[in-house]
């Protein structure tokens, strides 16, 4: 049972390039995540899943796209990086949920650098 | 949106000492408030959290406290020992149309326990 596994863990890109950030996880939720976390920001939301065949915006789209291929796979890509998103990024998932929050588990992360 | 402001910043206690973090949400809407651990170079780990219909939870050296009127949130770590040390963020929630839960952030707390 491996949870939510992330592929790269470490990726340098140029600026221009295009690449996409991989997101699996194993514990039958209905809803995934993707978060970006720079120093000193905390973790920001980029696009969420609320569950298969749904994505929606979060707090920092703009530069991103996602699909969510089935109900294990979320991916995130970035059609051309600029410096400014090196950052670490994460991927979650959560139940849905009777009524009720449920926590998000996150991955390792992918390290993320633009030159 | 959400809004979320987390005090202090850093935190530095002898080992033994308690550890106490603040944090404020903005959104009265907001109704889950999970806390989450994470150490150098590793995923953000749920180490605790409260829905907004209770105003305590212990879990062995670990509380949390809710005060909805004044929308404000507290860990507090007792006995503190080397392996708290640790960033520490709080987050609020709301449930999403649809499932799944929209996290925001506080920009952490690097707790440092001291011999």
């Known amino acids: 049972n491996a949870g939510v596994t992330q592929t790269p863990k470490f990726q340098v890109l140029k600026t221009g390039q295009s690449m996409t950030l991989q997101c699996a996880q194993d514990?039958?939720?209905?809803?995934m995540y993707w978060y970006r976390q720079d120093p000193g920001m905390g973790l920001r939301l980029i696009y969420y899943s609320a569950s298969e065949g749904t994505t929606d915006k979060g707090e920092v789209p703009n530069g991103y796209n996602v699909s969510r291929l089935n109900k294990r796979e979320f991916s995130l890509r970035l059609e051309s990086a600029a410096p400014s998103q090196t950052s670490v990024y994460f991927c979650?998932?959560?139940?849905?949920?009777?009524?009720?929050?449920?926590?998000?588990?996150f991955g390792d992360g992918t390290r993320l650098s633009i030159l | 949106g959400e809004n979320v402001e987390q005090h202090p910043s850093t935190l530095s206690v002898q080992e033994g000492d308690s550890a106490v973090i603040k944090c404020t949400y903005s959104d009265s809407a907001s109704n889950y408030f999970p806390w989450y651990k994470q150490e150098l170079g590793k995923r953000p780990q749920l180490i605790i959290d409260i829905r907004s219909n209770v105003g305590e939870k212990k879990d062995q050296r670990i509380a949390v406290t809710l005060n909805k009127t004044a929308k404000h949130f507290s860990l507090h770590i007792t006995e503190t020992q080397p392996e708290d040390s640790a960033v520490y963020f709080c987050a609020a929630s709301r449930r999403l149309t649809g499932g799944g839960n929209k996290l925001t952030f506080g920009t952490g707390t690097q707790l440092k326990v001291e011999l």
């Open positions: 979650a998932s959560s139940y849905r949920g009777q009524g009720l929050n449920q926590p998000q588990h």
């Open positions: 514990m039958n939720h209905n809803s």
